[in-house]
């Protein structure tokens, strides 16, 4: 079940003293974000408040001119993910606007905490920053709580044996191929999504049709081959369509230009101007050059083969409504 969310903090029309508001991007929706959020509402019980998400879209530094991160979950999908520690959750996207960067941390409190979201506590992450030029701290936070009469805390770093959970380690490790590293911080596949075009239809042609996916927003791991899982998105959300084998790259042997393409095992069907999303499970080799068809035929077939043997003890998440992840 995915989260109420509701555009703004102005029209939330929360009581005064009346949530438990736990602010971050939470890009990814990592183990580490999903701690946090766990024991926010956890918190909020407790308190008997009503526990609200407080993030911003677009990302402050592309409102400021500094650049277009990449991004690991698009709004949407981050609602969808964090609804799943709780269906309880409120999540509020504030549009980010110069205006509200040039707020400064007094005001962000004032305004957006204490005045539209009604906080009587407030939960941030170790290395929170607010107020026009990251003045504010959660340092600072805490000392504002005392004053205006709220409570503030920083929920401790979550992570493992090779680091804190974040959504920077998240994207070395895709943009490194790594997608079983992404997944050990994320708790489930890395996936990006798209809308099926037509491309040159050259798969078909060597008996591996592929759907060729445009409008990816997510970030996309190194050109190679991937064993995938494939999610069908619809009005009404996501459903399993098969398993499969993606191509990132831009097959030299076919000279066909770059593509995100993914062969669907077992599956027969048309899936022009379908949204799908691609779950990607193993990196299975890098991209290169082949000598003719034949030989890319001959790999195709095992990388498939290969694929049908990692995958065929995958099982959906029961939390993803009939989706795979």
């Not at 879209?57 to 409102?63: K, L, N």
């Not at 995938?228 to 619809?234: A, H, K, M, P, S």
């Not at 379908?274 to 890098?286: G, P, Q, S, T």
Request: glycine residues 12%; charged residues 25%.
């Amino acid at each position: 079940m995915s989260a109420l969310r509701i555009d703004g903090c102005a029209a939330l029309g929360a009581r005064a003293k009346s949530t438990l508001v736990v602010i971050g991007n939470f890009d990814g929706v990592h183990r580490g974000h999903r701690a946090v959020l766990a024991s926010a509402v956890e918190e909020a019980r407790s308190l008997c408040l009503a526990p609200v998400v407080l993030t911003f879209h677009p990302h402050p530094v592309v409102v400021l001119g500094k650049g277009t991160p990449s991004v690991l979950t698009p709004i949407s999908r981050r609602v969808e993910l964090m609804g799943r520690v709780s269906p309880t959750l409120t999540v509020v996207v504030e549009p980010f606007t110069r205006e509200l960067s040039e707020l400064d941390a007094r005001e962000f409190v004032e305004r957006l905490l204490l005045r539209d979201l009604g906080a009587a506590a407030v939960v941030v992450g170790q290395n929170f920053c607010f107020g026009r030029g990251r003045q504010g701290d959660i340092g600072l936070l805490g000392e504002l709580g005392a004053e205006l009469g709220y409570r503030a805390r920083a929920h401790q770093l979550e992570g493992d044996a090779s680091g804190a959970f974040s959504s920077s380690r998240v994207r070395q490790a895709i943009v490194a191929g790594d997608v079983a590293g992404a997944a050990e911080v994320l708790g489930r596949p890395h996936a990006i999504s798209g809308r099926v075009v037509r491309g040159h239809a050259r798969g078909r042609t060597i008996g591996f049709p592929t759907a060729n996916l445009s409008d990816v927003l997510e970030l996309a791991p190194k050109h190679g081959v991937y064993a995938c899982l494939v999610d069908r998105i619809d009005g009404d959300g996501a459903r399993m369509l098969g398993t499969g084998v993606a191509n990132l790259g831009v097959r030299p042997t076919l000279g066909a230009g770059a593509s995100s393409e993914v062969h669907l095992l077992d599956f027969d069907g048309d899936l022009y101007d379908a949204e799908l999303r691609i779950h990607f499970v193993e990196r299975l080799r890098d991209e290169r050059r082949f000598d003719g068809l034949d030989a890319l035929v001959r790999q195709i077939g095992q990388d498939a083969a290969r694929a049908r043997q990692l995958l065929s003890s995958a099982r959906p998440d029961p939390a993803a409504n009939g989706a795979w992840s």
